[in-house]
């Protein structure tokens, strides 16, 4: 298993600001995720980031908005731009570590309120 | 594409019912089963997980077996404790390169003692 560690674990924000989150984990792995929890919602996989390469996102989200870094195999950044009420979510990362990537260890979660 | 269909909840039981949590998917491929756990406070957990049809996840007395002939991956305890209480979330992943989890709803299971 992966140990995933997650900065900061919540925050209040103003809208228009940017928050950057980031999550640390405890071995090398290639592929890391970010996902949305919205409240009351399930999750919702916003990119994928490998190492050496841009992010991969997924339909409804776009760099600009969630711009990702993944500089080295062990930490990524998530930033949420322009911040607006809409995005109060836990965000969550996770890693593929398992035979083919077969299954994923999550983070504890970054709960952002924006007011 | 891929997608899963998870019980609605929430679901309300008493300490030592039987529990059982529907799940069904629609897959391209031959996808990976998992259930993952969600307690109150905390980040997702893997629960259990079954790679190929008719395999069985187990883990702290929840089973789950892979029915490919009905799509569905249901979660299933003989006695549930208190401690049980969280939500759970039926996903899949399918094994193309990019291994992405897609999710269920998420179920919201209260244990009354």
């Known amino acids: 298993s992966a140990v995933i560690s997650q900065k900061p674990s919540r925050d209040i924000c103003q809208r228009g600001t940017s928050l950057t989150i980031q999550c640390q984990v405890d071995s090398q792995v290639t592929m890391m995720f970010w996902y949305r929890q919205q409240p009351g919602q399930s999750l919702t996989l916003i990119a994928t980031a490998n190492q050496g390469s841009e992010a991969t996102y997924e339909s409804g989200f776009v760099i600009d908005k969630f711009p990702i870094s993944r500089p080295n195999l062990t930490f990524s950044t998530l930033t949420v731009s322009n911040m607006s009420p809409e995005d109060s979510s836990i965000y969550l990362c996770?890693?593929?570590?398992?035979?083919?990537?077969?299954?994923?260890?999550f983070g504890p979660g970054t709960r952002l309120t924006v007011l | 594409g891929n997608s899963v269909t998870q019980m609605e909840g929430p679901v309300t039981l008493s300490e030592e019912a039987f529990l059982t949590i529907n799940c069904t998917y629609t897959?391209?491929?031959?996808?990976?089963l998992f259930w993952y756990v969600q307690y109150p406070g905390e980040g997702l957990q893997l629960l259990l997980k079954a790679t190929k049809a008719d395999d069985k996840g187990s883990n702290k007395g929840f089973e789950a077996t892979y029915r490919k002939e009905t799509t569905s991956f249901h979660l299933e305890k003989g006695s549930v404790q208190v401690s049980d209480s969280a939500v759970y979330f039926c996903?899949?992943?399918?094994?193309?390169?990019?291994?992405?989890?897609?999710f269920g709803t998420g179920t919201r299971l209260t244990i009354i003692p």
């Open positions: 996770s890693v593929g570590t398992g035979t083919g990537y077969n299954e994923q260890f």
């Open positions: 897959a391209t491929g031959y996808p990976s």
């Open positions: 996903a899949l992943t399918t094994n193309f390169g990019n291994e992405k989890l897609t």
